[in-house]
């Protein structure tokens, strides 16, 4: 949806910037984080996504496919990383003995909230570094941006007035 009043051109270039700073504020993401990480061990951060995205009553593959944005193979590999390691367990639906729900155990509980506290930390300490109307604005764009979970199509987009080619 385009801002209105702004032309074309100033869209390229807020485009063009975005682009720019991109890598940069996820590698800031990544950072705030990077050393509590070490504390997982052979945990991926793939993985810990899948954990602390488990209820207690579990999910179905397809559903932590979506959540992942993987195919339903590669959701069934990451889950059985998780078994593996004690983590969570496979167990059948109660309403329908052919769906397998991924369960968290205990341990992978545990886990999981430990991951969740330090993704909070990790939040707070980038947000910090912003005034409470730009935490708020971003926090508008991410709610924006995840509201229907469709993966993003790119726009054509025209190069803003004097930029290289």
Do not use: K
């Amino acid at each position: 949806m385009a801002a209105r009043g702004r032309s074309p051109q100033w869209r390229a270039g807020v485009v063009t910037r975005m682009v720019e700073l991109r890598p940069l504020v996820l590698a800031l993401m990544r950072e705030s984080a990077a050393d509590d990480l070490l504390e997982f061990g052979q945990v991926t951060g793939r993985q810990l996504q899948a954990l602390a995205h488990l209820p207690d009553d579990g999910v179905t593959m397809g559903h932590l496919a979506a959540f992942l944005r993987v195919t339903g193979a590669a959701a069934s590999v990451l889950a059985e990383r998780l078994v593996a390691q004690g983590l969570a367990v496979r167990q059948p639906d109660p309403g329908d003995r052919r769906v397998v729900r991924l369960v968290p155990t205990p341990e992978g509980a545990a886990l999981a909230e430990r991951y969740r506290d330090n993704q909070r930390q990790a939040m707070a300490g980038l947000l910090d570094r912003l005034s409470d109307a730009q935490a708020a604005a971003w926090l508008d764009v991410m709610e924006t941006l995840a509201a229907d979970g469709a993966p993003v199509r790119p726009a054509p987009v025209t190069a803003p007035a004097g930029a290289a080619r």
